[in-house]
């Protein structure tokens, strides 16, 4: 495996928790010694950017280095989508986008003729030095099990896969979509993503729920989760809260490091 990483933030659709996971992994990379160049590709109004892009006087910088900030694009627009490909020229060790929700078939149309599969971007990747890994939030819906399926199909074998459970509002045992389970009559349900997902040598890891009325807010003030323990206006519990969490994202991420490259 690559040193270099180029990091895809995927989930079949938006509300999964693929931002959440998104600003904890850039914090958690941004924390080590490695250059981290991170991108948003749902535009302007992208969450990576309105928490980690720079900012003067309070308001987001139009023009953003992403090596210090957030670049970003609008992966639905056809000219816009082109800077996924162009940011592996970014000097930098990790390269991260975070990508809006059902970008798979985007990200095909952007980088395959036949618009069919998206396994051009790992081996354009692999060219300019960078191992790819797709990391994939899921929720207990059958839609996310079929995204997992879907998003390895496209990406093919040559990339690493790390599969994210969020469990906002659930536990690990309600993922009997994607895990599989038995019903009352002795049949075997669902699993298939599961299947696929072991398949490619994935990496599970799960991301526990924020306590509510602390992740309120920090969306309220667009705080960084680090810079959120530090902050003057968040009470000494919500500090605490959110400093253990940290702890909890920073343990499983570390699961799955030789893919993130952390």
């Known amino acids: ?10 989930g079949q659709k938006g509300g999964v928790g693929k931002s959440t996971f998104s600003r904890i992994l850039l914090d958690h990379l941004r924390s080590g010694d490695k250059a981290v160049a991170a991108f948003d590709g749902d535009g302007s109004v992208g969450h990576l950017l309105q928490y980690y892009g720079q900012k003067e006087d309070g308001n987001l910088k139009r023009e953003q280095d992403p090596n210090t900030g957030v670049g970003y694009y609008d992966l639905r627009n056809r000219r816009e989508r082109e800077q996924l490909m162009g940011s592996l020229h970014q000097n930098a060790d990790i390269i991260m986008h975070d990508l809006p929700g059902g970008a798979t078939s985007a990200i095909t149309e952007a980088v395959d003729v036949s618009g069919k599969s998206a396994e051009a971007l790992v ?7 960078f191992s790819t890994t797709i990391a994939i939030v899921i929720n207990t819906d059958q839609a996310s099990a079929r995204a997992v399926i879907s998003t390895i199909r496209a990406f093919g074998d040559q990339a690493n896969y790390v599969i994210i ?13 994607y895990d599989g389970f038995e019903d009352a009559n002795g049949n075997n349900i669902g699993g298939t993503a599961a299947n696929a997902a072991k398949e490619v040598n994935a990496t599970e890891i799960m991301m526990p729920e924020v306590y509510r009325s602390t992740a309120v807010k920090i969306d309220l ?19 605490t809260r959110i400093s253990q969490w940290i702890e909890l994202m920073r343990t499983e991420v570390n699961k799955a490091s030789d893919k993130f490259g952390s």
């Open 1 to 10: 495996m690559s040193d270099k990483q180029l990091i895809l933030v995927t």
């Open 165 to 177: 459970k969020n469990l906002n509002a659930c536990t690990l045992e309600d993922f009997i979509v």
């Open 123 to 129: 081996v354009a990747a692999k060219e300019m030095g």
């Open 221 to 239: 003030w667009s705080l960084p989760f680090t810079e959120a323990t530090e902050d003057n206006r968040m009470h000494i519990q919500d500090k």
